[in-house]
């Protein structure tokens, strides 16, 4: 991803969640969204070398990257939110479970 492309996504993003960074402030996110980028460009190659040579402008502002990027981003918030609505599911199960045993646990102490 180019500096400036990342600088323009992060500052749109900023713009629109002031609580939440961009994931692309961090570098594992950055590197896994440009290699689906750069296969994109080499698939586009392929299939329509006009689209190809559209989506290797290089600039701040290119609306092949923008777009790819910018849905790589939600992919993946969409992804995590997934997965902590899970995880949270997993965690409020497990505490209903402890929560019988402490009760079961005060019972038995309660009657000795």
Do not use: C
């Not at 991803?1 to 749109?12: D, G, P, R, S, W």
């Not at 994109?40 to 092949?64: D, H, Q, R």
Request: glycine share 2%.
């Amino acid at each position: 991803m180019n500096k400036k492309l990342k600088e323009v996504l992060i500052k749109k993003h900023n713009e629109n969640k002031e609580l939440f960074p961009s994931l692309y402030e961090q570098r594992w996110v950055e590197k896994a969204a440009t290699d689906g980028w750069n296969e994109l460009v080499k698939n586009l190659e392929k299939s329509s070398p006009k689209l190809a040579e559209a989506a290797k402008v290089e600039g701040g502002y290119n609306p092949l990257a923008v777009i790819y990027y910018t849905a790589f981003e939600n992919a993946l918030n969409t992804f995590f939110d997934q997965v902590i609505e899970d995880s949270m599911t997993t965690v409020e199960l497990s505490l209903n479970e402890l929560e019988k045993l402490t009760a079961e646990i005060k019972e038995i102490i309660k009657e000795d």
